[in-house]
């Protein structure tokens, strides 16, 4: 069942990101607390990593248990291990090397280092990974990830889902291999949007004036085939955190006012 989107508009993208971490700990810390774990999918960009050091820096980091976190990503540059363009790589330096994780629940996609013969090779791996970690109430071949983070492009892509290639008309794999992605690297791996849409959670962030016309596309009704991040939405919730310049071209009754 689709959630409807909310929509939470910040003052600017500093603030957009500590506000967002502040809610990823606060969902983390009550996912803990009822389960006794929590997952969450990561993603790259300037937004995802901005997240990531605001977290870093959160007084109120120490309240997740994170050895009892598991993480994994939504997509990745097909590149060899430690590649400073890699999410992973950006990520552990944002946050992940300064908290106490489990290394066994810690899920980065496979690298471009010769384990795997491609990136569809590698995105099979990655699949059967996500698989090997469902449980039977996750009814599914992914985990029921607590918090599924995607940041959205210019162009309204999620993920390394780009518009009108194949890998957004994917509808029974969980990952892909992306071949000739518009933008560098073009080799990448990616969930699919099946896969993002078991998360219990999805939250999509974008900051900027470059960001305004694909985050009212998405929100306009455009279909997912044009507009991935329009396909892109949770089970139980959908919610996107914008700064004010993101939600520039969006009308005003469809959200609050901005926070201060």
Not at 14 to 43: E, H, N, Y
Not at 71 to 81: A, I, N, Q, S, V
Not at 149 to 163: E, I, K, M, Q, R
């Amino acid at each position: 069942m689709t959630s409807a989107p909310q929509i939470v508009v910040h003052r600017d993208k500093d603030l957009m990101a500590r506000a967002a971490a502040a809610r990823l700990i606060t969902k983390i810390v009550d996912a803990q607390a009822a389960r006794g774990s929590a997952s969450v999918v990561l993603t790259g960009g300037r937004n995802g990593n901005g997240l990531l050091a605001a977290l870093a820096a959160s007084p109120a980091r120490d309240a997740v248990d994170w050895s009892r976190l598991d993480l994994w990503w939504g997509d990745e540059r097909y590149l060899p291990d430690g590649d400073a363009e890699r999410n992973v790589t950006q990520a552990r330096e944002a946050l992940l090397d300064a908290v106490g994780l489990d290394p066994s629940r810690v899920h980065p996609m496979p690298a471009a280092d010769g384990t795997h013969d491609d990136a569809d090779a590698a995105a099979e791996a990655y699949a059967a990974e996500l698989a090997a970690a469902a449980r039977p109430e996750d009814h599914g071949s992914v985990p029921s990830f607590d918090v599924l983070l995607l940041g959205v492009g210019p162009d309204t892509h999620v993920a390394s889902l780009f518009p009108e290639l194949p890998g957004v008309r994917e509808t029974d794999r969980t990952v892909i291999g992306v071949h000739g992605a518009p933008k560098p690297p073009p080799t990448r791996i990616s969930l699919t949007l099946p896969a993002i849409r078991a998360a219990r959670e999805v939250w999509l962030l974008a900051a900027g004036d470059d960001k305004a016309h694909a985050v009212a596309l998405a929100l306009s009704g455009a279909g997912e085939i044009q507009a991935p991040a329009a396909g892109a939405y949770g089970r139980s919730r959908t919610l996107w955190l914008l700064d004010q310049a993101a939600a520039g071209q969006l009308p005003r009754g469809l959200y609050p006012p901005a926070s201060p």
